[in-house]
């Protein structure tokens, strides 16, 4: 039994907290009047927000393919499949323990070296801050008043990116001479894991920012629908919620923790402070976190089964040398 306990505790930690939350809430809230928003919103709205919350998966695929041409070569379905395994082990799995599944999934199913897949996901988690802030910053945009200034200042923040790459190898090798020993190799890492030349970099960059910018814009949305406001909270709640997905401490399918960076996000961001006004904050972030479950969820089943169906998951890539 002890054996059973230790091989299964993440599972059943997993299960406890999620039994907790759902007794919390029901306590709380309660189910119906939690659910209620949805009906409110129409089965049409929740249908187009999971279509595009999906589609953002396949965005993501489109961009490891782009980033490992030669080793994904004709396997978008099952780079898909990959992909979304791995997203739903970030989901589900606590302090972040999923994140190390993608590089160990692209050396046994693309022969990706273990370092460079390491690598790579860094520099893109690094592009994904960046483009999550960056969508986040249009609620910021709106609370100004879509000011010339604001726009100017969104706009110049958006292409950083591309406007550093040219000055990669100044920032890091000056990154190397004053960080600390033990810090020198992430600047490695971080080397390896850009692409060599603009053209791959900027495809990178856009297929980021579309991610990012669909997703936040979809959770604004949906925020925004299920009655929070201003429209500035609604960014910010969509920006609390992801960051809290990328925090030690993320719970095991971001229970408690999801709705929580919305709240916090969406108070950030100028959501009122009255109970009231609390109250259907709270409602609103529930149901946004059940939307990003469901979604993942449908995103993880089409990626079991459109490589069987379209004969696009049969056979491994052999591993590169």
Sequence with gaps: MQNWLLRNRITLL???????????????????????GWREVGLWTILVALALLVGTYFVRAHRMQDYFPRETSGRFLWLF???????????????????????????????????????????????????LLAAAGVGLVASAGY?????????????????????RNIVLGTARRKLPVKLSGMVDQISDGIPRNLAAFVRAWFLTVLN???????????LRLMGVDPIAAC????????LSSVLPVHAPGGVGTYPAGIAAGAAAFGAGKQSAALAVLARAAINTHLLMIVS?????????????????????IQRAD
Aim: with cysteine.
């Design 14 to 36: 997993a299960v406890a907290v999620t039994i907790f939350y759902a007794i919390f809430v029901q306590w709380i809230w309660g189910w119906p009047a939690i659910l209620a």
């Design 81 to 131: 499949r990959v992909t979304q395994i791995h997203n739903i082990l970030n989901i589900m799995l606590p302090f972040r323990a999923g994140e190390t599944s993608f590089p160990l999934l692209m050396r046994s199913e693309f022969g990706v070296p273990l370092a460079h897949g390491t690598s790579a996901l860094m520099v893109l988690r690094l592009l994904d801050l960046h483009a």
């Design 147 to 167: 000011a010339l200034w604001a726009c100017a200042l969104w706009l110049a923040f958006l292409v950083l990116p591309l406007m550093a790459f040219p000055l």
């Design 212 to 222: 990012w910018g669909v997703k936040v814009l979809v959770l604004a949305w949906v």
């Design 235 to 242: 960014f910010g709640g969509a920006l609390g919620g992801e």
């Design 296 to 316: 993942a969820l449908a995103g993880t089943g089409l990626s079991l089964i459109l490589p069987g169906l379209t004969g696009g998951g049969r056979g491994r």
